[in-house]
Nanobody, 116 residues
């Protein structure tokens, strides 16, 4: 089992920045990759960014060049640096971890609201 706790959400004006953090605990040695997802009201949850254990990353087209995912394996943390935020980035953001046996784990989510 893996437990995930996010922090860092909030209200920011368009063009501003926020950094989300997620700390993992439990069976962290079994984690194969970690990711950030988001879900806006009335929309389905979508992948924002993903980072595997080797450090390779991929991003949704809508956030490329503005968001950066990074991991600190020593601290069992994953971050999402969000720059040049837009109102359409408003959503609940969820930390996700996947283990080598295909089990997925979710954090409780943190709200990001971008005002125009």
């Amino acid at each position: 089992q893996v437990q995930l706790v996010e922090s860092g959400g909030g209200l920011v004006q368009a063009g501003g920045s926020l950094r989300l953090s997620c700390v993992a605990s439990g069976s962290i040695s079994g984690i194969s990759y970690m990711a950030w997802y988001r879900q806006a009201p009335g929309e389905r949850r979508e992948l924002v960014a993903r980072c595997n254990n080797g450090g390779s990353t991929n991003y949704a087209d809508s956030v490329k060049g503005r968001f950066t995912i990074s991991r600190d394996n020593a601290k069992s943390m994953v971050y999402l640096q969000m720059n040049s935020l837009k109102p359409q980035d408003t959503a609940a953001y969820y930390c996700y971890a996947n283990d080598y046996w295909g089990q997925g784990y979710w954090g409780q989510g943190t709200q990001v609201t971008v005002s125009s």
